[in-house]
């Protein structure tokens, strides 16, 4: 079953309560929590360039733990390399610090966020890649696939390959500051390409086993490969208005946010390997496309910003979708390099298109 499916059911049943007993705590980042703005400047003025990149505060960042976070004894800390390895390894995390340090831009987003969704964040990382460790430990040719486990009892899988890559970084800072609590404090994995669940935070142990087997959320029905689709979400429209929870916001025709002096439409976009080759936004329900202008990060794990300066000349309504499109070709696990129109919103993998109903009154 599908978290979603999980959730709807237990909010239709009323059990609300009983969320906490399965330890889901995406409930108020799917429901309630208001779309943040990601522009503080006023970029209807399309002579304000687009920011290079767009770090999101530590104070907003979502965090999507399944359980309580766990509090680190620093000092009897270890990560553990066990399994089918030569050499089994057990790093302190003076080890992991006095390794080389690359600091990094990476996109997180959590499998269950929705189209419009909050559960997505992007940060500048510090850590040290694994490679080297997992080299010296040598893993063994029998080994398909690691297990990677935090502090909190937390585990999730990939396979070897993935993970020997050399943009898997062990990072212990994230927009310049030692990781709080909720992010992972000491350290956590990222394994670039793939949704939240696959960069476990707390991280201990790393055990490289001989037969597959699935994580914690894998085995709830999430897509056990979670690799990122290609995927633009919506985010505002002017400076600080979004949607409701029915994906409707209306304008005045004067004000500040008044539409007469045009409305910025604005969001981010995701790929799990390629660039963002070009959004397109349409106003009409999709029967015509405009071109957005772009970002172009120089990593595909950094998200994309994206806005349209929108000239309204009539008041009405207007359905509002944001499409992306990748440079990479069609992939099996990854699918099309562009965003399907009649994706539900609650495919997994959030590859949805979000539907914004537009009124713009008279
Ligand atoms: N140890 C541990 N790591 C974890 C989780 C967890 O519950 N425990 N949740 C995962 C999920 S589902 C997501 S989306 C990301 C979220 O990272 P964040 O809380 O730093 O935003 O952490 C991942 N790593
Ligand atoms: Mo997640």
Partial sequence: MKRR??????????????????????????????????????????????????????????????????TVDVAAWNLKVTGAVATPLTLTLADVM???QETFYLTMECIGNPAGGNLIGNAEWTGTPLLPFLQRAGVQ??????????????????????????????????NGQPLSKEHGYPLRILVPGHFGQKQPKWLTGIEA??????????????????????HALSRQLQQT??????????????????????????????????????????????????????SHPTSPHEWTIWRLAWRPEQP??????????????????????IQPLDDPISRDGSSGILK???DLEA
């Fill in 209 to 230: 086993i001989v037969s597959s087997q699935k994580g914690y959320w894998e085995r709830w029905g999430w897509s056990n490969t979670a690799l990122i689709p290609t």
């Fill in 141 to 174: 040719p029998e080994a398909v696939e690691f297990v990677l486990r935090g502090a909190d009892g937390y585990r999730t899988t990939l396979p070897v390959a993935d993970v020997m890559r050399p943009d898997v970084r062990l990072v212990h800072l994230m």
């Fill in 241 to 294: 208005r979004v949607w409701n929870g029915r994906y409707q916001v209306s304008f005045p025709k004067t004000g500040e946010a008044g539409w007469g002096n045009g409305v910025l439409i604005a969001g981010v976009a995701l790929d799990g390997s390629a660039p963002i080759q070009r959004i397109s936004v349409s106003l009409d329900g999709g029967n015509t496309w405009n071109l957005a202008e772009q």
């Fill in 5 to 70: 499916q999980i959730l709807n059911r237990l909010l239709q049943a009323g059990a609300v309560a009983g969320l906490g007993a399965i330890g889901i705590k995406v409930l108020p980042g799917l429901m309630s929590k208001p779309v943040k703005a990601i522009f503080a400047l006023d970029l209807r003025e399309s002579s304000t360039p687009l920011p290079e990149h767009l770090l999101t505060p530590l104070s907003e960042f979502y965090v999507q733990s399944y359980a309580v976070a766990p």
């Fill in 316 to 337: 009405g309504r207007y359905i509002l979708l944001a499409r992306a499109e990748s440079n990479r070709s069609p992939h099996p696990l990854f699918g099309d390099s």
């Fill in 98 to 100: 006095s390794a080389p």
């Fill in 356 to 358: 914004i109903q537009v």
